[in-house]
């Protein structure tokens, strides 16, 4: 469920440092995935924006960077699979609608978005590069899993008879309730439960796939 620059390097870079120029240390690699490195800024700026779209403070915590670590690391590979395969990806206009609906839920006037940012220690772009993400990751997961997804009758029936149901008549009781009325909104959660496992199971033999390396001195 990223605005994060993936940073493109060598095996024999695995453990080296990014400085400036006067060699103090700024960044460092903290996963390496294949021939590509996720450094710790890459972590923090995850953590960071995803938190703040959140409505949450950041967890920068050891235990909070590790998490995001695993996003990130799944992250890599459906970029991955992205490149090699060709798959469709949305164009960046494409996510000015839902910008613009959660800045007018949160921060109606441009100050105070501006103020946010700044608060969050992110900027604009970092929050547009993670919309477009989610954008991508779920029309990747609907391209590469939703053709072969097949719902039958009886499961649609099953869910309306053991979970739909009971939830729409304690809500309402006496109320009329029919199959019929909820069969799309049934058979679209089935097929999204479904998408869910193939995608964790293709992430899990994608793994397998591809040496992955923690650095865990990057964590502490």
């Not at 009886?154 to 009971?166: M, N, R, S």
């Amino acid at each position: 469920m990223t605005g994060v620059l993936q940073l493109r390097v060598r095996m024999t870079l695995l453990a080296a440092f990014a400085t400036v120029a006067s060699g103090a240390i700024i960044d460092r690699i903290a996963v390496t995935v294949a021939n590509r490195a996720i450094t710790t800024s890459d972590i923090e700026r995850e953590i960071r924006v995803t938190a703040f779209l959140n409505g949450q403070s950041p967890d920068l915590t050891a235990a909070g960077k590790r998490a995001a670590a695993e996003r990130m690391v799944e992250q890599t590979l459906v970029r991955r699979e992205l490149e090699n395969s060709r798959y469709p990806t949305p164009q960046p206009a494409e996510i000015e609608p839902t910008l613009a609906a959660f800045r007018q839920r949160y921060y109606p006037a441009d100050a105070d978005y501006r103020r946010a940012l700044a608060a969050a220690r992110i900027g604009d772009q970092d929050v547009r590069d993670e919309l477009l993400w989610q954008r991508t990751l779920l029309q990747f997961i609907d391209v590469r899993f939703r053709p072969a997804v097949q719902i039958a009758a009886e499961e649609i029936q099953k869910y309306f008879d053991t979970v739909l149901a009971p939830k729409l008549r304690a809500a309402g009781p006496g109320q009329t309730i029919s199959l019929d009325d909820y069969r799309d909104r049934i058979e679209d959660t089935l097929a999204g439960q479904r998408e869910d496992r193939e995608m964790d199971n293709w992430l899990r033999e994608a793994r397998l796939r591809t040496p992955i390396v923690y650095h865990d001195e990057a964590f502490q």
